[in-house]
């Protein structure tokens, strides 16, 4: 009998009820135990969802990010945000965003770092680490959630991130070696293993998605070390990797000490013979064969072709998951009933992906014949999606046969347009800029809902953005900002935005996905080739432009993070989907030009999220993603400058192809870091203008002029001060105005004086 399960389920509830929780309580507006009743009902419900499973995850439920619960969990939140008064989950909040509820902003803490998990959109609280670092068991989110899954009936299954990866995923702020601490986290892993075999679990799910990346030696023998000692205790371990192959590390994961071993059958359905192969007879097989990360049906004739040997050689050693959490998928299709029907017929999301394991298990463990009729609608629904004429579009598949190596070169190289950008533009020294949105405000919010329902004619939200981006204007005119931005008040989110205007995209209303803590997004889905019937963005920027006489950067999404922030097409390459946005986006950069604007920003905020795990997969994907920007980036005359942006990920070990972006400005996080990306400066010479981004949006704390004063003479010994540019590290719709007041005051405060 095939055994169903699931590693983790989206938690911010499908009206995002978790989000708008979370918001109250920082606010105020709700106590700390409502805040747990909301949580606790998201949980119920969740598991209600999961009914049809096996076994269903407990511990995957998290009020801010499962890497800050398990530093939790092994005691080791940063002293900076437990040494304060008030309540533990003051000190969690401290660590997430730098300020509890109860913590006044005179009191604020350094948020921790934020960076992406693994190649996705989901952002995670880095674990500080360093040489004294000890740990001790929290065991109570745990062990409380475990009791109320039993109360509710749930065969639950504990999920952990396992010891080498919670390593793999930190820092060290000593330069001293993570793995050292390895002889000293593993008892905490022991103890918390043998409490949650006290409680009743019989298998625990341990994450060890490490072992899809690149790992030495050492790393390697920690993973032995680690589960030789850890099989001493009783529940029963499920070794989950997932988001990649495993390829070199395939004998290692199959040769651990556990009692069963999941892999992403969807990123590596190559591996599954060879695992099933290697696998000892006694351990469990379980199989990822629905794609956690993207929200197309599967196709269940071709699954279930390739399941049946397995399940006649494994029996009830085989168990079936997606691929990952659904943590990446919106929780249920059924609330889009506005969706185009055919389109949605070819969607799954978290609820249906859970459906279609049930429908593969009741196939293999009864037969076809029980689920004949949903095998039959799966079938429709593919077919319908292959033959649909509203996929492909001849003109454009024409016009990027057409891309020549010419469309992404610049008329001249950097230095000579520099000089004649810096004539034109007459910029001061350290000129200050943002990096395109401000304040999404309850009344911006409300003018785009009723729009939408027709409640709103579209002259009178015309008028009403017109007036926002004209407040936007005056505030940073009186700010003393050097280039300005209109604000984007009409834009819902960076991504969908564009799609919108796009053919080839649709959207859903209730698609919401966790980007990090409250901050969700709603990816759009791109289900056929790309064409820009009209002009995006080109009036809104105009206006804003006739209200000032300081420049106004045009602000765009670049290609690539609009291909990686979308649910994307599954039946061609992601570059050729990437290339075709490339042609759309460039036909935007010339039509901005030519209404006068002379400073465009490109953002490709999500570059290097794309990238694949594994390091020798890097060169081919970088070619065609910096080709795709530079086609749209590069058909502008010299002095058009353009810039870029790139937020929370790891950028010193590709600096050199940032480079090969040849963007006349980059903006880049740096905040958090504290300027860590200036290391990759120390043997790569950065030929371009950089602005290293010198306060943390994500938090709602005001930076201090001493310390941006500071980043920048850091930022100076590397980079050429006459290069350098002072901005926030990513845009500001997510915060308040009495919040960006006081910080971009305290920014342009600290440009003067570095200046003089």
């Known amino acids: 009998m095939a055994i169903t399960h699931n590693l983790g389920f989206p938690r911010i509830g499908s009206q995002r009820e978790l989000k708008f929780a979370l918001e109250n309580y920082w606010g105020g507006r709700l106590t700390a135990d409502e805040l747990e009743i909301t949580a606790a009902d998201l949980r119920r419900r969740h598991w209600q969802q999961q009914a049809e499973l096996d076994f269903a995850p407990v511990g995957d439920f998290s009020l801010y990010d499962q890497v800050l619960d398990m530093s939790v969990t092994v005691g080791n939140l940063p002293a900076r945000a437990t040494d304060k008064d008030g309540s533990a989950l003051d000190a969690y909040f401290r660590a997430a965003r730098g300020r509890g509820a109860s913590d006044s902003p005179c009191c604020a803490t350094a948020a921790g770092e934020m960076t992406k998990w693994f190649d996705t959109n989901y952002h995670y609280i880095v674990p500080e680490l360093s040489a004294d670092t000890r740990f001790e068991l929290n065991s109570e989110r745990l062990l409380s959630q475990l009791a109320e899954a039993r109360e509710h009936g749930v065969n639950a ?28 986290l593993l008892p905490v892993y022991s103890q918390l293993l043998e409490a949650l075999a006290d409680a009743g679990a019989d298998w625990v799910q341990i994450d060890e998605p490490a072992l899809v990346t690149d790992l030495d030696a050492n790393w390697r023998y920690a993973f032995n070390l680690a589960y030789h000692q850890l099989k001493a205790n009783r529940p029963k371990l499920l070794l989950a990797t997932y988001f990649g192959e495993l390829r070199d590390n395939l004998q290692l994961a199959c040769e651990l000490p556990v009692a069963g071993l999941h892999i992403d059958a969807v990123s590596a359905p190559a591996e599954v013979s060879r695992v099933a192969d290697w696998l000892p007879s006694h351990k469990v097989l379980s ?150 949105s401000f304040p999404q405000t309850r009344e911006i919010r409300q003018a785009r809902l009723k729009y939408r329902k027709g409640e709103l004619s579209a002259k009178a939200y015309t008028e009403q953005m017109q007036a926002e981006i004209a407040h936007c204007i005056k505030e940073q005119e009186q700010l003393g900002l050097d280039v300005l931005v209109h604000g984007e008040p009409e834009r819902n989110d960076m991504v969908e935005y564009f799609g919108e205007q796009l053919d080839g995209y649709t959207f859903t209303r209730f698609g919401w996905v966790q980007s990090y803590g409250s901050r969700c997004v709603k990816p759009p889905i791109l289900f056929g080739d790309i064409h820009r019937p009209n002009a995006m963005t080109v009036e809104w920027t105009r206006h804003a432009q006739s209200l000032t006489d300081k420049p106004v950067k045009g602000m765009l999404t670049g290609p690539v993070t609009i291909l990686n922030w979308s649910f994307v097409r599954d039946d061609q390459p992601r570059k050729d989907s990437c290339l075709q946005l490339a042609l759309a986006i460039r036909e935007e950069v010339q039509d901005l030009e030519k209404a006068g604007v002379n400073i465009i920003q490109i953002d490709e905020a999500a570059l290097r999220e794309g990238l694949p795990l594994r390091q020798s997969d890097w060169a081919n994907y970088l070619d065609w993603a910096i080709n795709s920007f530079r086609i749209a980036a590069n058909g502008v005359a010299d002095s058009t400058q353009i810039h870029t942006h790139m937020c929370y990920s790891e950028f010193n070990d590709i600096i050199e192809a940032i480079a090969r972006m040849d963007a006349d400005v980059i903006t880049i996080e740096t905040s958090r870091s504290d300027m860590e990306l200036l290391d990759a400066f120390r043997n790569f010479e950065y030929p371009n203008d950089i602005g290293p981004g010198v306060y943390d949006i994500h938090s709602p704390n005001i930076p201090d002029k001493a310390h941006i004063i500071n980043l920048m003479t850091l930022a100076a010994e590397r980079i050429p001060a006459e290069r350098l540019w002072i901005n926030p590290d990513c845009g500001l719709k997510t915060r308040k105005w009495e919040e960006v007041t006081p910080a971009l005051e305290t920014m342009v405060a600290a440009a003067r004086e570095l200046r003089a």
Do not use: M
């Open 157 to 184: 299954k504990p999920v952990l991130i396992g010891p080498v990866t919670y390593l793999w995923l930190g820092k060290t702020s000593d330069g001293s070696n993570r793995l050292d601490l390895l002889e000293r």
């Open 287 to 436: 199989l990822g064969v629905v794609n956690g990360r993207n929200i197309w049906k599967s196709d269940l004739l071709d699954l279930l072709d390739r399941l049946e040997p397995l399940n006649e050689k494994l029996e009830e050693r085989l168990w079936l998951a997606p691929s990952c959490s659904l943590l990446h998928v919106p929780v249920d299709l059924q609330r889009e009933t506005e969706l185009d029907i055919d389109i949605r017929s070819w969607l799954a999301f978290a609820v249906q992906k859970l459906h279609e394991v049930h429908i593969l298990a009741r196939a293999l463990n009864e037969g076809r014949d029980s689920v004949r009729t949903e095998l039959t609608g799966n079938q429709q629904a593919l077919q319908s999606r292959r033959n649909s004429n509203r996929v492909t579009n001849p003109e454009v598949r024409k016009a990027a046969a057409a891309i020549t190596p010419e469309l992404g070169r610049r008329q001249s190289g950097y230095s000579d347009r520099i000089a004649t950008q810096r004539q034109a533009l007459k910029l001061p020294a350290f000129p200050t800029t943002t990096i395109g």
